[in-house]
């Protein structure tokens, strides 16, 4: 089956420095992936999604230059938190659509998910 | 608006039990609904997706029904083990757009 990695799966950092995560299809190509965060308890809220090659797309209320997104391949999608604080403190989920011949796969397949911490 | 909402919030059940997890939607047009499982700390993993024509569909002790007509569907686990404590989510993804729409999920404990 389709699988999709994410590294770290965990991280800490002190406030106002950045950290980076990859989103990676290991066995499939993914045109577009998607950004999720999931707050405790909470359920998953779609940040942005993002097409290889192109600017990612943001929900209301996320800043783009907070949370940068670069899909430069069609297996690898990265979002950096810039400038990190204590309220970005969450569960960060991505997920990729796969790319099939003739037109775009119904189905997504999410990440293990990066916990990020910051202290 | 575009909806989905699921219940109960969260159940306990004893192990070998079975249950059953609710999930009504308001989105429309319809495309799919998809069940999934998240342990904690880990991302979402499919058990099930349905269109518009089908009415159920197993994945193992994993029963999910659909009726797009009253615009419910539901999860029904038999056997209930212990690894099967997790939180199932509900998404629904209209006809028109790529976006899943979440609900927010049912916590399940199963207990020896």
């Known amino acids: 089956g389709a699988v999709v990695s994410q590294h770290p799966s965990w991280v800490i950092c002190k406030s106002g420095t950045s950290v980076k995560i990859e989103c990676r299809s290991l066995?499939?190509?993914?045109?577009?992936m998607f950004w999720y965060r999931q707050f405790p308890k909470q359920s998953l809220m779609l940040m942005a999604t993002?097409?290889?090659?192109?600017?990612?797309?943001?929900e209301q209320g996320v800043e783009k230059d907070k949370f940068l997104i670069n899909h430069a391949s069609l297996t690898l999608s990265t979002l950096t938190v810039t400038s990190a604080h204590p309220e970005d403190s969450s569960f960060y989920i991505c997920?990729?659509?796969?790319?099939?011949?003739?037109?775009?796969?119904?189905?997504?397949?999410f990440g293990p998910g990066t916990r990020l911490t910051v202290t | 608006k575009n909806q989905v909402e699921q219940s109960p919030q969260s159940l306990i059940i004893l192990e070998g039990k079975n249950c059953t997890l609710q999930?009504?939607?308001?989105?429309?047009?319809?495309?799919?609904l998809r069940w999934y499982k998240q342990d904690t700390g880990r991302g979402p993993v499919s058990l099930t997706i349905?269109?518009?024509?089908?009415n159920t569909k197993s994945n193992g002790r994993y029963t999910a029904t659909l009726d797009a007509d009253t615009k419910q569907s539901s999860l029904h686990i038999t056997a209930s083990q212990l690894s099967d404590s997790a939180s199932y989510i509900c998404?629904?993804?209209?006809?028109?757009?790529?976006?899943?729409?979440f609900g927010s999920g049912t916590r399940l404990l199963v207990r020896p």
């Open positions: 998404v629904v993804r209209g006809d028109s757009s790529y976006k899943l729409i």
């Open positions: 349905m269109t518009f024509s089908e």
């Open positions: 997920s990729a659509r796969e790319s099939l011949s003739g037109g775009l796969s119904y189905e997504q397949y």
């Open positions: 993002s097409n290889e090659g192109s600017k990612a797309t943001y």
């Open positions: 999930c009504n939607y308001t989105v429309s047009p319809f495309s799919n």
């Open positions: 066995d499939f190509q993914a045109t577009t």
